[in-house]
């Protein structure tokens, strides 16, 4: 089931785009802090760590779905993105949680603007990862495709 985008969406938004990982992230974001609203109404008295771990957790699952159909659009199997993705993610949480946590100590500015401000770093870290190691959406891998497919 890929998520196909007209031609004239598709000039303006190339797949693998930082534009299109933008909207992607957009709406992923928009998840992930819906969720930590939601978790700081349910557990006032929560450590932030743990509500900006499970949100991140929570949201990185439906993420790669969303940046596998809609931003990558990619053919590659599945048994080897959501390993490689799930790494990604895990590491992403392990180091967002860190910078957060960081920012909070270290900044005297509101928690909100913290999450939005780590979001982006980590936003572009992943889509960068993403690119690169998961969804193998490169210059580089696809001259070595046509350069395979040419040699057969």
């Not at 936003?123 to 690169?132: F, N, V, Y």
């Amino acid at each position: 089931m890929m998520i196909k985008m007209s031609k004239h969406t598709s000039s303006l938004f190339k797949k693998g785009s930082l534009q299109r990982f933008g909207i992607a992230g957009g709406f992923n974001t928009l998840i992930f802090l819906v969720l930590m609203e939601v978790f700081y109404f349910m557990f006032p008295e929560s450590f932030a760590a743990i509500i900006w771990a499970t949100s991140w957790i929570i949201s990185s699952f439906l993420a790669h779905f969303v940046h596998r159909y809609f931003t990558f659009e990619t053919d590659e199997p599945m048994k080897k993105t959501i390993p490689l993705v799930a790494l990604l993610y895990f590491s992403g949480m392990l180091g967002s949680t860190w910078t957060y946590m960081f920012f909070l100590g270290a900044l005297s500015i509101h928690i909100r603007y913290i999450a939005l401000g780590n979001v982006l770093l980590w936003g572009a870290i992943t889509w960068i990862s993403m690119r690169i190691f998961i969804f193998k959406h490169t210059h580089a891998v696809k001259s070595h495709r046509i350069l395979a497919v040419e040699e057969v």
